[in-house]
């Protein structure tokens, strides 16, 4: 992909006399804008700000199970049986099983690997075989063998299955090379008589799938990828875009008007300040939001009363009063923010806890280090006037982030 003026962005060698050319390498290399930096930018500016200071990210369960379905998929569509013969059958189910569970292995070393993550749930392999079974079901049904069981399927019939799958896991990349994205599936869309009608952009979605109609974000995502294949690939068919959903086995379809235009206006917006930008505090914005150790609006706008602290499941600011490693038993109290930059000053309000798992851990390494100021907990269960902590939560030191570490 070359820009204007004949510069490459993505090749070091790529040089010019001409200053601006330079700048504007730079600023590529530095910034670029996938649909869910897009989102996370639209969800809170200071949000996108942090995720872009190199912070330690969180693992999750249901990311993992993500993934585990996705790479699983994505080798057995490039898998190569040129050396099978073309009647053999009963290979399939053997071949996904082994799949998953090599992939189901690399996820889980990744996973305890990441330091700030849960437990891992061994019992979630099952769904993970699952979606691998509906995301199959889903790419079998843009072929003549909707519905036929797996252990029939020959390897003659994986080759024709196969044939409609154009492109798997492409990085997509505009002329410009400020938009990116990576798309599942390209799919050729034939008629009842085999023909080619275009082409099928496909994502697909390993979580919950919507109740009729795909939501907004959804949607753009997927208009982006389409329009962002139409710009890297001028010569295209016709092309539509699909939200493929592994838990249900529903397809399901959408249109819009072009929406690159937009993302570069988005783009022009998102560079990175030394500053953080203005914040947008919300209960959609906050609520899963991984970055809240270090960003200190989301507390004052709890402090206001504009976020809610009577959910089961709820965060805190607290200082450490009392702790029993043997038991687990803690008292904290909670700390109040003061002005705007995250400084804290006590409250009269204090409450016991009951901690276990990781969370245990964490807060013995954070006694055991130099660290003696407030603490971040993540994700504590109310009941009553105790709050419990274990491997769904997380203990971190309170640590404003003012000015960019990049």
Avoid at 167 to 185: A, H, M, Q, T, V
Avoid at 192 to 220: F, H, M
């Amino acid at each position: 992909m070359v820009i204007a003026g004949g510069v490459n962005p993505y090749d070091a060698t790529s040089v010019t006399s001409d200053s601006r050319w330079v700048v504007i390498v730079a600023e590529i290399f530095e910034h670029q804008l996938s649909p869910s930096s897009w989102n996370r930018f639209e969800e809170c500016p200071r949000k996108y700000w942090l995720s872009r200071q190199r912070l330690p990210r969180k693992a999750s369960m249901p990311a993992s199970l993500g993934n585990v379905i996705h790479n699983s998929m994505e080798e057995i569509c490039n898998l190569d049986f040129e050396d099978r013969e073309d009647s053999e059958v009963g290979w399939l189910s053997k071949l996904m099983k082994e799949t998953i569970d090599k992939h189901w292995l690399m996820e889980k070393e990744i996973f305890l690997n990441t330091p700030r993550r849960p437990s891992w749930k061994p019992q979630s392999i099952g769904k993970a075989r699952e979606g691998l079974v509906g995301a199959l079901n889903l790419l079998f049904s843009k072929t003549k063998y909707a519905g036929k069981k797996f252990s029939e399927i020959s390897i003659k019939d994986w080759k024709e299955i196969k044939s409609i799958v154009l492109s798997n896991e492409e990085s997509l990349i505009s002329n410009d090379g400020r938009l990116i994205g990576r798309l599942d599936l390209l799919i050729d869309d034939l008629d009842e008589d085999g023909n080619s009608k275009g082409w099928i952009v496909a994502d697909l979605k390993t979580g919950k799938p919507p109740n009729s109609t795909l939501n907004e974000k959804v949607t753009r995502q997927l208009l982006f990828y389409r329009d962002l294949l139409k710009e890297t690939k001028p010569n295209h068919p016709h092309v539509s875009a699909e939200g493929w959903y592994s838990s249900n086995q529903k397809i399901y379809s959408t249109d819009g008007d072009f929406v690159l235009d937009d993302a570069i206006l988005a783009w022009n917006e998102m560079k990175l300040t030394t500053k953080p930008p203005e914040s947008t505090p919300s209960e959609d914005a906050c609520g899963f939001c991984e970055f809240k150790a270090w960003c200190p609006d989301w507390w004052i706008s709890r402090d206001q009363g504009k976020l809610s602290d009577k959910n089961t499941f709820r965060d805190e600011v607290v200082k450490i009063v009392k702790f029993d490693d043997f038991s687990g038993a803690a008292r904290f109290e909670r700390q109040s923010p003061v002005g705007s930059e995250g400084k804290l000053v006590s409250s009269e309000i204090s409450f016991g806890a009951l901690i276990k798992g990781r969370a245990l851990i964490q807060l013995k390494d954070i006694i055991s280090s130099d660290y003696d100021g407030p603490v971040f907990l993540g994700s504590v269960r109310s009941q009553g006037q105790i709050i419990h902590l274990g491997d769904w939560s997380e203990v971190l030191p309170w640590s404003p982030l003012l000015k960019s570490i990049r």
